[in-house]
C-alpha cells in the first residue's frame, strides 16, 4: 500500500548542504512515523531523524544542529535538510515509514561527502 521514493543524494564537500526528499504514496497521514535513516559501510543502519505520532521529533546525537527533518503532509513528502556535512555522513540514506505494525523502507539514495 505504502511506497517510498527517496531523491536528492549525490557528491558534497566537506561543510556542504544537500536537501533529501522522500516522496511517498499510499495511506501515509501526518499522525504516522516518518523517518531517514543512513548506513554507512560496515555500519548498522542508524536513525538519523523521526517525526513521530503527535509530531514530536527526534534526532541522532551526531544529526543534532547540522540537520532538520520536516514533512509536507500536502505533497506526502518527507525532507531532510543536511548542512555542515562531513566525511563521516557519507552512507545511503533511507527513508522510513511506520503505520501501525507495519514497516515500510525506500530503495536508499546514496551521499557521499568528500573533498
Avoid at 18 to 44: D, F, H, V
Avoid at 50 to 72: C, E, N, Q, V
Wanted: with cysteine.
Amino acid at each position: 500500500q505504502v511506497q517510498l521514493v527517496e531523491s536528492g543524494g549525490g557528491l558534497v564537500q566537506p561543510g556542504g548542504s544537500l536537501r533529501l526528499s522522500c516522496a511517498a504514496s499510499g495511506s501515509i497521514s501526518s499522525e504516522n512515523t516518518m523517518a531517514w535513516y543512513r548506513q554507512a559501510p560496515g555500519k548498522q543502519r542508524e536513525l538519523v531523524a523521526a517525526i513521530r505520532t503527535g509530531g514530536s521529533i527526534d534526532y541522532g546525537d551526531s544529526m543534532k544542529g547540522r540537520f532538520t527533518i520536516s514533512r509536507d503532509n500536502t505533497k506526502n513528502t518527507l525532507y531532510l535538510q543536511m548542512n555542515g556535512l562531513r566525511p563521516e555522513d557519507t552512507a545511503v540514506y533511507y527513508c522510513f515509514a511506520r503505520r501501525g505494525w507495519l514497516n515500510y523502507w525506500g530503495q536508499g539514495t546514496q551521499v557521499t561527502v568528500s573533498s
